[in-house]
């Protein structure tokens, strides 16, 4: 919200230096934003009221005048002009040489084409005061001469920009903010702006105009008045460089005035033709299905009944609270106008605005909820102007469609509560005085609030807000809870999932973050069938793009895009893992979304063995076990891809799928629900290997090439019994002193007891067993 | 052979040695085995007994003399060669070591746990829950108005018209005290949602943290003594917080809380941090709004007070680290994420 200051001082007077006012403001919930300057930077003396006293023909220039101006000095002053708008007797603005001019140059005394120019006539333009530059402003006739402009103009405007919260529509207005401005300095406000201008003529309203509400839940107020022998044409340049500085344009008087009366009150009005209004009635209605509009925009519009019109007999001349039909539009010539005060709907209108694509300066107050009983002053302010403005007639009569209006909440407000809440002390005069600013009245030991906001304010801690923050929070004191019961710590799901990190981190893995959604060609590039089930996505209803549309159901592939990119950007070994959640449709309320931990090496080193020993230093860290076994994933290299533990898939990718990611280095990944990564209640007990020493043996074994070492460690296990402590694969062989199709594992194997130093004896009679077992279940035979 | 000359002759050979294989060749020389004052001893035997026992010193004091010349100058020749070989060993120990590789933990959950940390010390559990959840839970439960900006198709991303991606983290302060009878005192870090243009400062996806304290007893008092506590544990001991009045749905009353600038000097000139106001916006946060009280069981809204606080961990990221643009932290650029330890 732009907020000139001569505005705001016509509402509320203060002597606090604008900068200051800002920052009260600011610490008070109305968050001043920017502060700017248009018009004139300094010097504002030399900028005069003058009157013309003779224009003549510039002797050597078509385009030019000569003019005698005063501008209340003895001596009038010869001033050339290009302007031609004009005739001797005309009021102008008019700047000295020597001033400065808004677009920053210093206006120096000129020749030109031969004759002297003692200063010069302004256009509103040249002023900041509106973008018109067709001609020289021509002032009110009752200015007198030498007057400074200042004081007919706001010619040095600052504009205050405030960034109003959602739930304070009535602050989209310059009276709002007065209201703020009052509260905050504990100075007066001005009573509502506008005052009723006579009515004219002995016709009536009822003549004109008949009007019907046919939705009241949209519409909850219909009001209008009719103005004859409207006058449509440019406004003056006060309203003009109000409705500028407050970043509005200037269309026209009639526009003007609704536009004004929205940014000094907030309650957006409507003006139309009302020649133009076919039957001479209006009906408040929904939508026909289908039915269609040509806003002001120039765009046609599709409608449905979930919109609401303001309706001829025939057909709509607008789509209530976003914008005018173009064909009800007021031109130069309109006559008559019907200008309708109402109140639609916030979520009506914010449904209609979101379906329709239309945000106007209107429907951002409208769907915010506004007060239905700002309707009669916004007439009131409204009529004046017309009258003033346009030379208009009031005709006498209004019309005003309401059923039961919201009612004024009277709301307790305890102090000890208040100051339980905030932590701070109040004393009843400062309440009172705070709440009495804000337009509370004190009714029998309640609080009676606003109309302007009952829809916000209807609940004791809405009070305790109101006289918090207007009082000033930057009062609270800091104190330190009492909670002597709170226990801080991480749930087990949260130190998991930084134990999983702290481990990954140190086997050399840098943490990634990537993106949750993905895109419809994921599936594709992963290479899944058709009933792969991370093919079945949770679907965002509302995408911001089609590589959005979907949730993932993997988390490696984001890291995929992380390699190329490391890839592309020179590196030659990228080794990253990420933490977090996939989305996966099921019948309960939510979708499933476990955290997964995703890990993937790429480049230099990358391979099944590498991103294999990750994942075992990592389950070997947190105590579990992750079996691996071999299954064919189709995004995977087709022999070296596994599951891991339960659900989890570990292996090199497939080399299609690379290239999918633009990726040419050998890559590997694994990924697994965290859940699988619990150890469990069960915490690591001590075993003794210390004080008896375990005796170590060595065998390697010719196997059959498909008997997997898994097999062979199972069957040693099996054999050897408890004096077993661990058999760990350490070397693998296959060449011609094996033969064809076979190949030698070597195993370390290694015999402990807990309560005693084995014997030779003992360790050979177990070896021994193993050698055996392998030789029968697995046809291995001992190698030389 | 004369004792004395074989004395003189023979500490001036010891100390002639260079190395210790020259003083092993003198040793040999002096007392080898075929040495002349080995012979000379061993022939003692055979001169008659009266001379034996003078001749008998002599030679043996000279022996001693040269064994204990030799062993000096063994020491004095192994410490010199010691001293040589250590000189040799000599490196140049600007040059780096041999490389470990290692990880770098990614900036959000760096920034998360610093700040998480703080929390759990002032007796904060911390929990996480889904991303996707139930308007109930992202809006209604947290007396978002049906009207609330937040929740219009443009701002939110929808599932179902039941189920959106969470905008924030608050989904959290339902889902707690759903599960857990008051007192509440909870912290939360997760992946929320917005609908917004990525520029500098926005991603659709982004980390909000998140705190909920409810309590007998609580004021916006305590909010701020907490806020401040954590200000200081991330921004340095000298911070200060400051409360400016705000609207959020589901705190009343709400505020936006701003902390010293960390970068400056405060003194208006120009700062990356504060832009010269002296205060940076970090977070907001406010009175639970007792309208949450009905949405949950046994929580009763005479009886308790609470606060709750929430904030974009990348935002306190970039504001720590000087990083321009956000987005940035999900691109995994391992050129930007080891600059962070």
């Given amino acids: 919200m732009r907020v000139p200051v001569s505005w705001l001082r016509e509402y509320v007077s203060f002597d606090t230096p604008v900068e200051e006012l800002g920052e009260l403001l600011s610490m008070t919930g109305t968050k001043l934003e920017a502060i700017s300057q248009r018009g004139v930077p300094a010097g504002e003396e030399l900028y005069l009221v003058g009157r013309v006293l003779t224009r003549e023909q510039h002797p050597d220039a078509d385009r030019l005048s000569v003019c005698t101006v005063d501008v209340g000095e003895q001596e009038p002053r010869q001033i050339v002009c290009g302007a031609s708008n004009f005739a001797a007797g005309a009021t102008v603005a008019v700047v000295l040489p020597g001033a400065t001019l808004p677009d920053g140059t210093v206006l120096r005394k000129a020749k030109l084409r031969g004759v002297e120019s003692d200063g010069m006539m302004l256009s509103e333009r040249e002023l900041e005061l509106s973008q018109e530059h067709e001609g020289i402003m021509l002032l009110s006739d009752g200015a007198v001469p030498g007057t400074t402009l200042s004081e007919v103009l706001p010619i040095a405007e600052r504009v205050m920009e405030f960034e109003i919260t959602s739930n304070r529509p009535d602050c989209l207005s310059v009276y709002g903010v007065a209201r703020e401005v009052s509260a905050v300095l504990d100075a007066d406000l001005a009573g509502w702006p506008g005052s009723e201008p006579a009515a004219a003529g ?15 839940d949209m519409c909850p107020r219909w009001a209008a008045r009719v103005f004859a022998d409207v006058t449509v044409g440019p406004s003056p340049p006060w309203l003009k460089a109000r409705l500028v500085a407050a970043g509005m344009r200037s269309i026209s008087n009639v526009v003007d005035i609704s536009n004004y009366v929205m940014l000094a009150l907030g309650e957006p009005t409507h003006a139309f033709d009302l020649d133009l209004v076919a039957g001479r009635e209006i009906i408040v209605r929904r939508a026909a299905g289908g039915e269609t509009v040509v806003t002001l925009d120039g765009q046609q519009r599709t409608l449905d009944p979930d919109v609401l019109v303001i309706a001829d007999r025939d057909r709509p001349s607008a789509v209530a609270g976003l914008m005018g039909a173009e064909w009800s539009e007021v031109s130069e010539r309109t006559t008559t106008v019907l200008l309708e005060c109402a109140n639609f709907d916030g979520p009506t209108t914010q449904a209609s605005s979101t379906r329709l694509g239309l945000r106007t300066e209107g429907s951002t107050r409208w769907e915010k909820g506004l007060d239905p009983h700002l309707v009669p002053h916004a007439m009131t302010l409204a009529s004046q102007l017309m009258v003033e403005l346009c030379g208009a007639r009031l005709v006498p009569g209004t019309i005003d469609l309401h059923g039961d209006l919201p009612s004024q909440p009277l709301v307790p407000l305890r102090r000890e509560r208040l100051e339980h809440v905030i932590g701070l002390s109040y004393s009843e005069q400062r309440i009172g005085a705070v709440l009495g600013r804000l337009g509370y009245e004190s009714v029998d030991g309640r609080w009676r609030v606003p109309t302007w906001r009952a829809a916000d304010t209807w609940r004791e801690v809405d009070l305790i807000e109101e006289v918090a923050r207007i009082d000033g929070v930057w009062k609270v004191p800091t104190l330190m809870p009492p909670h002597a019961d709170a226990v801080g710590g991480l749930d087990p799901d949260v130190r998991l999932r930084r134990r999983v990190i702290d481990v990954l981190l140190g086997t050399g893995l840098s943490e990634a973050a990537t993106t949750t959604f993905c895109d419809e060609g994921l599936a594709g590039r992963l290479r899944l069938p058709a009933d792969d089930p991370r093919r079945r996505a949770v679907r965002v209803a509302n995408p911001v793009g089609a590589d959005q549309a979907l949730l993932r159901t993997v988390v490696f592939p984001g890291l995929l895009v992380s390699a190329r990119r490391n890839l592309d950007a020179g590196r030659e070994r990228v080794e990253l893992f990420e933490t977090g959640r996939v989305m996966l449709p099921s019948d309960g309320e939510i979708p499933l979304q476990p955290v997964r931990v995703a890990a993937m090496v790429a480049g230099d080193g990358a391979g099944f063995s590498r991103i294999k020993g990750i994942a075992e230093a990592m389950a070997a860290a947190l105590g579990v076990s992750l079996p691996v076994a071999a299954l064919d994933e189709p995004f995977l290299h087709p022999g070296r891809s596994a599951r891991l533990g339960e659900g989890g898939l570990l292996g090199e990718l497939h080399p299609l799928v690379a290239e999918a990611y633009g990726i040419e280095a050998a890559v590997a990944v694994f990924e697994i629900d965290l859940a699988e990564l619990e150890r469990g209640g069960d915490v690591p007990l001590y075993r003794d290997v210390v004080t008896y020493p375990p005796v170590r043996q060595d065998i390697a074994v010719v196997l059959d090439g498909d008997v997997t070492a898994d097999s062979l460690l199972a069957v040693i296990s099996d054999a ?41 004896a003992e360790a050979n009679a177990v070896r021994e067993r193993i050698v055996a077992a392998v030789s029968e279940r697995l046809g291995g035979e001992l190698r030389a | 052979m004369d004792p004395d000359t074989v004395r003189s002759e023979g500490l001036t050979a010891i100390a002639a040695a260079g190395d210790t294989t020259q003083l092993e060749q003198a040793r040999i020389a002096l007392l080898g085995r075929k040495a002349p004052l080995v012979l000379a001893l061993r022939e003692l035997g055979d001169l008659p007994p009266d001379q034996r026992g003078a001749r008998g010193k002599v030679l043996n004091e000279v ?279």
């Avoid at chain 2, 040059?95 to 590789?101: A, E, F, K, M, Y």
């Avoid at chain 2, 290692?102 to 996480?128: K, N």
């Avoid at chain 2, 705190?211 to 305590?222: E, F």
């Fill in chain 1, 202 to 216: 002995d016709d009536s309203i009822a003549d004109h105009v008949s009007a019907r509400i046919e939705a009241p």
């Fill in chain 2, 63 to 341: 022996r001693q003399a040269l064994e204990a010349a030799l062993a000096a100058r063994e020491a004095e020749l192994r410490a010199a060669e010691l001293d040589a070989r250590l000189r040799r060993d000599r490196l140049d120990v600007t040059l780096p070591g041999q490389p470990v590789r290692r990880g770098h933990a990614h900036l959000i959950e760096q920034t998360g746990r610093d700040i998480l940390d703080v929390f759990v010390g002032l007796g904060y559990r911390v929990s996480d829950g889904p991303e996707v959840d139930t308007v109930h839970n992202t809006f209604d439960a947290l007396n978002t108005p049906v009207t609330h900006p937040s929740r219009q198709w443009t701002d939110t991303f929808y599932v179902s018209p039941e189920l959106v991606l969470r905008t924030h983290t608050s989904t959290m302060q339902i889902r707690t005290m759903q599960a857990h009878p008051p007192p509440v005192y909870m912290a939360t870090m997760g992946r929320c949602y917005r609908r917004d243009t990525p520029d500098n400062t926005h991603t659709a996806v982004f980390t909000q943290l998140e705190g909920l304290a409810v309590d007998r007893g609580l004021s916006l008092a305590h909010l701020k003594g907490t806020l401040l506590s954590f200000a200081r544990e991330l921004f340095g001991a000298d911070r200060e917080v400051r409360l400016r009045p705000h609207y959020f749905p589901f705190t009343e009353p709400s505020v936006e809380v701003d902390v010293s600038c960390f970068n400056c000097a405060r003194d208006g000139s120009p700062c990356r941090v504060c832009r010269g106001e002296g205060w940076v916006e970090i977070l907001g946060a406010g009175m639970v709004d007792p309208a949450l009280f009905d949405h949950v069981e046994g929580y009763d809204a005479e009886l308790l007070t609470g606060y709750a606080w929430g904030m974009g961990v990348e935002r306190i990221a970039a504001l720590r680290h000087a990083i321009p643009d956000i987005r940035m932290l999900w691109e995994n650029d391992l050129r930007v994420m080891e600059q962070f330890g």
């Fill in chain 1, 720 to 760: 050897a019994g408890e004096l077993l402590s661990s058999a760990e694969v350490f070397d693998v062989y296959e060449g011609p002193q094996v033969g064809e199709g076979r190949r030698s594992l070597a195993v370390h194997l290694v015999f402990q007891a807990g309560d005693r130093t084995l014997t030779d």
